[in-house]
């Protein structure tokens, strides 16, 4: 059994608030990078470079890569034989409270949805748990603006409807939130679980690295189409036209019901934000 103490917790939470804010990962930037050496649309490419001095800019003096510095959703892997001294989420809230105050990120979280006085501090965050094998707490932070939660969309489909009708509902998703998420947008997709389980799984699904492709032949098919189809939409960068509509669709499938075939959409935008921490 391995202990983790509470603290520990904290700090790393609240370095994770600040670092994801401010330094763009890896594969958003390369792939932000690489659309900008083939977007053919001028207005397009430019919107791109300016997204890259933007990113640079975030990461050299450490602010904030958007002013929606986002809700802040946690992924957390709890392993069987970690035991974790004190609360483990009140720990990870303190670490949010932390780094958004430490960090001078927007607190964009309020207490009730219709009396909507702000919390102050972005706590509290969503976390999903998960329990799973071995000696290890896998936290795995992703703040989510809300231009491009507010465009999700969830359908429980027939199982008539079959692959066509999965790709539709990803493409009327993103014809309907047109420029709205900040496009270039990374797309998450899940296909089958049940409601809840479809929801969580597309966001999750938006934490996974640019260029991840599903092990399933059906779903790789998938994938390739809707890049194709959502690049000929025409949005393009910052919704102003081009052909980098998207910088990437993850999709995660998962076992459902006989009688439906739910299919959920979580769109992100080029912000796509995500740090991992293993203690
Ligand atoms: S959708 Fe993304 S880029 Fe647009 S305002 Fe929200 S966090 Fe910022």
Request: glycine share 8%.
């Amino acid at each position: 059994m391995k202990t983790i103490n509470a603290t520990e917790i904290t700090k790393v939470v609240r370095q994770m608030c600040i670092d994801a804010n401010t330094i763009l990962p890896d594969d958003t930037y390369s792939s932000i990078c690489s659309a900008c050496k083939t977007e053919q649309h001028a207005v397009g490419k430019n919107i791109l470079e300016k997204l890259i001095v933007n990113a640079d800019i975030a990461k050299e003096e450490r602010i904030p890569i958007c002013q929606d510095t986002g809700y802040a959703v946690f992924f957390v892997e709890v392993g069987q034989e970690v035991y974790v001294d004190g609360n483990l989420t009140d720990a990870i809230n303190e670490g949010v409270r932390q780094g958004y105050i430490d960090g001078y990120l927007r607190k964009s979280v309020v207490s009730d949805p219709l009396e909507r006085t702000n919390t102050g501090d972005n706590t509290p965050a969503i976390i999903h748990y998960d329990i799973v094998a071995g000696d290890s707490l896998k936290i795995t932070f992703a703040p989510k603006g809300f231009g491009s939660e507010n465009m999700s969309k969830i359908e429980m489909l027939s199982p008539s409807a079959g692959y066509e009708g999965v790709v539709d509902v990803v493409m009327n998703a993103i014809h309907y939130a047109g420029p709205n998420p900040c496009p270039p947008m990374v797309v998450g997709v899940c296909v089958g679980g049940d409601f809840e389980q479809a929801a969580k799984l597309s966001k999750k699904a938006l934490t996974l690295p640019i260029g991840t492709v599903p092990e399933k032949p059906l779903y790789q098919k998938m994938q390739k189409e809707l890049m194709e189809k959502i690049n000929k939409t025409g949005i393009g960068p910052g919704g102003l036209g081009g052909e980098t509509t998207a910088l990437w669709v993850n999709i995660i499938d998962h076992p459902t019901h006989i009688a439906g075939l739910p299919v959920a959409v979580n769109i992100c935008c080029h912000v796509s934000r995500h740090i991992t921490k293993v203690l």
